[in-house]
């Protein structure tokens, strides 16, 4: 399967903590983007990379920044976690074209 | 505003029979359409994609069809086995912009 990878797989957090979620990839890929899923959402871009500290801002980027410092790692902050943010977080890569992107296992996050 | 519609939230289907699950955009220059299969507690996995350029594409049991006057797509299903069972995306993008997806319908065939 496609080397990408999501850690942790699930987490649970207080309200107010800083919390980061990790996508690793083996594949070199250029770009790289978050998503989160919530019921009668579906999948929402929260941001995406399309390099080496390239980054930009998705449809629900409040509350989240993101690090990009080398091609293989993407990182994801919620700088002081709030109750709407827990969700389930997917990261993927793209591939390009009509193969569409690779997504990771997701992290299950739950802010109490 | 949305721009990738899933109208349906569920959809149930008898096994054997057809399955067609229902997409409307708002963005007439989106260049490629997509659907994922999602499956309980793992990340969505590709299925089928349509360039913007033709009207339908087929891989074995599934099929996509364009319409772009209509700015619909359906993927369609046949025969339905249980397996299928899950949640279906339809997503879209255009040049080097990111997938935009609709919410999702959860199939359910019923053996």
């Known amino acids: 399967d496609a080397g990408i990878t999501q850690s942790p797989r699930h987490k649970v957090t207080e309200t107010g903590t800083p919390v980061t979620l990790r996508c690793h990839q083996t594949?070199?890929?250029?770009?790289m983007y978050w998503y989160r899923q919530d019921p009668g959402h579906g999948l929402r871009l929260i941001h995406y990379?399309?390099?080496?500290?390239?980054?930009d801002k998705g449809e629900v980027s409040d509350g989240y920044s993101v690090s990009r410092s080398k091609t293989e790692d993407f990182l994801l902050t919620l700088e002081s976690a709030t109750s709407s943010q827990t969700s389930v977080y997917f990261c993927a890569i793209n591939y390009g074209g009509l193969e569409g992107y690779t997504f990771g296992s997701g992290t299950r996050l739950t802010v109490v | 505003d949305q721009q990738v519609k899933q109208n349906s939230p569920s959809l149930s289907v008898q096994e054997g029979r057809i399955s067609i699950l229902n997409c409307d955009y708002t963005?007439?220059?989106?260049?490629?359409f997509l659907w994922y299969k999602k499956y309980p507690a793992e990340g969505p996995t590709f299925l089928i994609s349509i360039s913007s350029i033709k009207d339908k594409n087929e891989d074995g049991r599934f099929t996509v069809f364009l319409n772009k006057s209509a700015k619909h797509l359906s993927l369609h299903i046949v025969p339905s086995q249980p397996g299928d069972s899950a949640v279906y995306f339809c997503a879209a993008f255009l040049g080097n912009t990111p997938l935009v997806f609709g919410k999702g319908t959860r199939l359910s065939v019923i053996a």
């Open positions: 594949e070199n890929h250029r770009y």
């Open positions: 990379s399309y390099g080496v500290k390239d980054t």
């Open positions: 963005n007439s220059m989106f260049d490629y």
